[in-house]
């Protein structure tokens, strides 16, 4: 069995920490802080809760004096690097997370300890909470961390203003009117890194489920500029082209489906056990006297606990299809289990989708 993620705090991970904490912090008691750690709920605690309490165990041995802990932190952060650890590790969120925990009441301190952290370790969760206490003064912030020489810095200030960013809390006021977030954006399409593209990417992506006209309306004015904003507007868009979305479609190309055909569609499983897959099997003719871009996707209707349906589109292909042509497909979708998803057994149903135009729907059974 691999190993459970939350292990990435183990014995070996403290001991190396520990002997730089005290390169630092010469007093520090390494018994004191592990007795406290390894705690009667450490073996129930996941990876976040792990975290969490890391940052409250490591503040307990630190001083009450909250500009002081965040300069021992900064200082710490060159020695972890010379002791072999690299930057953007995950074990090291607990640092951007004690700054969340002990220092929402101390705006220009935190913030320095953001820019500095960062560049080591994402703060792009740490710093959800100080953009919904001070919205004003971290977007003017994240505007100036938008042109900074660091890359890190540069993704922190859209990562972090992402409005849905995952595992994290939202941000309510963003998700609403993400208009304090444009500028940011603005500035980092162009970016010469490409995990800051990314990062400008996935936040339209967040913006376009609450607010797809904004989105639709700077795919538009980008367009063209580059090679790289147009994969970055094609990335921001798969969600509203996951949807069929038809003015989007359009923009990237994907038209009328009149001329486009399906032939012996047919679920092969029709009783799929979990653990194994579904399989299907159709024919796309393109009866054009032209090659024809599709889009080609099918929609999975997962069985739910209270026995609804909810959807979930899976892509097969982008591409062009020759005129006067005849396609055979064939797929599998598993159905293995998975920690991010619990099945039910029962009915399913099984579509197929051209252009974010879906067709016949088929229905198929989830047995043990």
């Keep these: 069995m691999a190993e459970l993620f939350k292990n990435i705090y183990n014995e070996k991970f403290f001991d190396r920490f520990i002997k730089s904490v005290q390169e630092v912090v010469p007093n520090f008691d390494k018994d004191s802080f592990l007795s406290q750690i390894y705690d009667v709920e450490w073996d129930n605690r996941e990876l976040k809760q792990r975290m969490r309490h890391i940052s409250i165990v490591l503040k307990n041995h630190l001083s009450n004096d909250f500009d002081s802990n965040v300069a021992i932190i900064i200082k710490l952060i060159p020695v972890l690097v010379k002791n072999g650890f690299k930057p953007d590790n995950l074990e090291f969120i607990f640092l951007p997370d004690f700054i969340e925990v002990y220092g929402l009441d101390n705006y220009a301190t935190s913030v320095n300890a953001f820019e500095k952290i960062t560049q080591f370790v994402s703060c792009e969760f740490a710093v959800r909470p100080f953009i919904i206490e001070y919205q004003d003064k971290m977007i003017t912030q994240m505007l100036s961390w938008s042109k900074h020489d660091h890359p890190m810095v540069r993704r922190l200030s859209s990562e972090g203003s992402r409005p849905r960013l995952p595992w994290a809390m939202a941000i309510p006021s963003l998700k609403e009117y993400p208009n304090p977030i444009l500028p940011i954006l603005e500035n980092l399409k162009n970016d010469e890194s490409e995990s800051v593209r990314r990062s400008v990417a996935n936040n339209l992506n967040d913006i376009s489920k609450d607010n797809p006209k904004k989105v639709i309306g700077l795919v538009k004015k980008w367009k063209g500029k580059s090679e790289e904003i147009d994969w970055l507007i094609k990335h921001a868009s798969r969600t509203l082209l996951k949807q069929g979305n038809s003015e989007m479609m359009e923009l990237f190309g994907f038209g009328s489906i009149a001329k486009i055909k399906i032939e012996a569609f047919e679920?092969?499983?029709?009783?799929?056990k979990i653990g194994e897959f579904l399989e299907f099997t159709f024919k796309l003719k393109n009866?054009?006297?032209?090659?024809?871009?599709?889009?080609?996707?099918?929609?999975?209707?997962?069985?739910?606990?209270?026995?609804?349906?909810?959807?979930?589109?899976?892509?097969?292909?982008?591409?062009?299809?020759?005129?006067?042509?005849?396609?055979?497909?064939?797929r599998k979708q598993s159905f293995k289990i998975i920690t991010t998803r619990k099945f039910h057994l029962g009915k399913h149903q099984f579509s197929l989708i051209i252009n974010g135009n879906e067709l016949e729907t088929l229905g198929f059974i989830l047995v043990e």
């Design 267 to 272: 679920i092969l499983t029709p009783k799929v």
């Design 287 to 330: 009866t054009s006297n032209s090659a024809s871009k599709i889009r080609l996707e099918y929609g999975l209707y997962y069985q739910k606990a209270n026995g609804s349906l909810s959807k979930k589109v899976f892509k097969i292909s982008e591409k062009e299809y020759p005129k006067n042509s005849v396609t055979t497909i064939h």
